[in-house]
């Protein structure tokens, strides 16, 4: 079974930046599909952004251009480089990984981003 462990959360002012990490406990990372998501209070979990393995990203219409995901396979990392962020960026995000294969699916514990002067 695949473990996620993220950090990077914490209390930032709008307009501030902040970095999420995810880091997987296999090294089979690199053929994942990996994604975060967000649930904010409330509200439903909905899709952030996502990465493949070839390193086609996407991203909903509300954090583009001010939000980019990027993966390290080396370290079995995945990021989120959150920049201009605003209080409706308020949630917690949770990191998400797809085997290709299997097309099990496995969450991390969750990080709290509060966005707040």
């Known amino acids: 079974q695949v473990q996620l462990v993220e950090s990077g959360g914490g209390l930032v002012q709008p307009g501030g930046s902040l970095t999420l990490s995810c880091t997987a406990s296999?090294?089979?990372?690199?053929?994942?599909?990996m994604g975060w998501y967000r649930q904010a209070p409330g509200k439903q979990r909905e899709l952030v952004a996502t990465?493949?393995?070839?390193?086609?990203?996407n991203y909903i219409s509300s954090v583009r251009d001010r939000f980019t995901i990027s993966r390290d396979n080396a370290k079995n990392t995945v990021y989120l480089q959150m920049n201009s962020l605003k209080p409706e960026d308020t949630a917690v995000y949770y990191c998400?990984?797809?085997?290709?294969?299997?097309?099990?699916?496995?969450w991390g514990q969750g990080t709290q981003v509060t966005v707040s002067s």
């Open positions: 998400r990984a797809t085997s290709p294969t299997s097309r099990s699916f496995y």
């Open positions: 296999r090294s089979i990372f690199s053929i994942y599909t």
């Open positions: 990465i493949t393995s070839a390193g086609s990203k």
